[in-house]
Structures are given as C-alpha cells and as structure tokens.
C-alpha cells in the first residue's frame, strides 16, 4: 500500500459545480496535512494546510479524518482557474520536515 | 519578499557527464529539500537539510547522488555520470517552523 494515495482522476466538472477530493494515508502517526496545487509545468504550490478542526479558506475547505486516516479537500463554486492537479502532502512522522507526496488528482473545470 | 530560486532553469547534458543543480531557499528557513519529477509522475522525495542536523539523504536513487548545503543556505545537488533516467525536473523547496513547504521554479534535466 502506498503511503499517500489519491484518485488520479480527472475529475472533469462544469463551472460552478462543487467537487471533493480524498486522499488517504497510511501512517498513523503523521500530524501534519497540506493541499498544494500544481498547474502544468509549474512548480507546486501551497493551497491550504489541514487542521484537526478543519479549515476553510474562501471556497476551499479542507478536513481531516484521523479514524479513517484521510483528508479532504472541498472546492465549491468551481471556476475555470481552479483546473490543475491537487497534491495531498502528510508528515512522514512526527516531529519531522520529511513529507511524502501524493501523485495527484487532476482537475478540469469545463465552460 | 524574494521566493526559493532555482538555477539552471534547464540543463541539457551528455550521458555520463556530471551535473550541478543550484537552490538559494527563501531567507530564514531552515529546513531546504530536494525532490524530483519525471513528466506525469508525483514528487520523489530526495534528500533534505534541517538546520546544523545530519541531512536525511534515504531519498538518494544511487551514490552518483550528492547534496550540500554551505552555510544554512545555498545548496547544490550533484549527479555525477549522468543517465537517460536522470531526466526529470528538479524541483528545490524550503520551510520554516511552520512546515509549509515552498516550492522553486525547477531546473529541467535532459540527458541524451
């Protein structure tokens, strides 16, 4: 099992449509959760950390499930520039900067 | 204020030549990493620096691999005789207590 995963998609949804992502984890010590972005090309680029209370940020919400070792990422009103592809990102363990990428789930928001 | 640079942007190289990737971290932060991504992967994780600590280089594909960081701030990724397999984007990050991870634009390898 890998240690991040997510659905790679693509998630292909017209503007103004709400969308969820998941990602899971297999490390049950890790305490810290991020969202990144990364559009073609382009370096990632942070999105939103993840709280245990969860977090919103604008049409971004993001939470975590500790029982079920996943976070989610929400985007609602979805607009064309929201296309890209979304990174769950988790500490490896506690205490450390080392982090484990996911592969990505891939966005189209479509006219 | 001025982010994570990357230098080259991109490189093209021999096979079996040696490479040197440059990242100047955003100043202040402590913690600078390395990963890289071949076209339609996720990151790998390569190595990072943390402070005056022993750097975490488990991520490293083989000894042809090397990184240093001088003074707690500039570092260099070193590959030595280069492969086709090399090919990838570099990509250099760094963070500061917070953890958040801030990302260079890249250098783009190509081994031919």
């Known amino acids: 099992r890998k240690e991040v995963e997510q659905d790679p998609g693509p998630f292909n949804v017209p503007e103004g449509a709400t969308v969820a992502f998941n990602c899971t984890y297999s490390?049950?010590?890790?305490?810290?959760f991020f969202w990144y972005r990364q559009d073609c090309r382009k370096e990632p680029k942070l999105l939103m950390s993840?709280?245990?209370s969860g977090n919103e940020d604008g049409r971004f919400t993001a939470q975590l499930n500790r029982a079920s070792q996943y976070i989610s990422l929400l985007i609602r009103d979805s607009k064309l520039s929201d296309s890209a592809t979304y990174l769950c990102?988790?500490?490896?363990?506690?205490?450390?900067?080392?982090?484990?990428f996911g592969t990505g789930t891939r966005l189209k928001v479509l006219a | 204020g001025a982010g994570v640079s990357q230098s080259p942007s991109n490189k093209v190289t021999e096979k079996g030549k040696d490479v040197e990737l440059r990242c100047d971290p955003i100043?202040?932060?402590?913690?600078l990493y390395w990963y890289r991504q071949s076209l339609g992967q996720g990151l790998e994780f390569l190595i990072y620096?943390?402070?005056?600590?022993?750097?975490?280089k488990s991520g490293l594909p083989s000894d042809r691999f090397s990184a240093e960081r001088t003074g707690g701030s500039v570092s260099t990724l070193t590959i030595q005789r280069t492969q086709q397999e090399d090919s990838a984007v570099y990509l250099c990050?760094?963070?500061?207590?917070?953890?958040?991870?801030?990302f260079g634009p890249g250098t783009r390898l190509t081994v031919t």
């Open positions: 490390n049950s010590a890790s305490q810290s």
């Open positions: 990050a760094s963070s500061s207590d917070t953890y958040e991870q801030y």
């Open positions: 100043s202040g932060h402590t913690a």
């Open positions: 620096f943390q402070g005056n600590s022993a750097p975490d």
């Open positions: 990102v988790v500490s490896h363990s506690p205490g450390t900067y080392k982090y484990i």
């Open positions: 993840v709280y245990s």
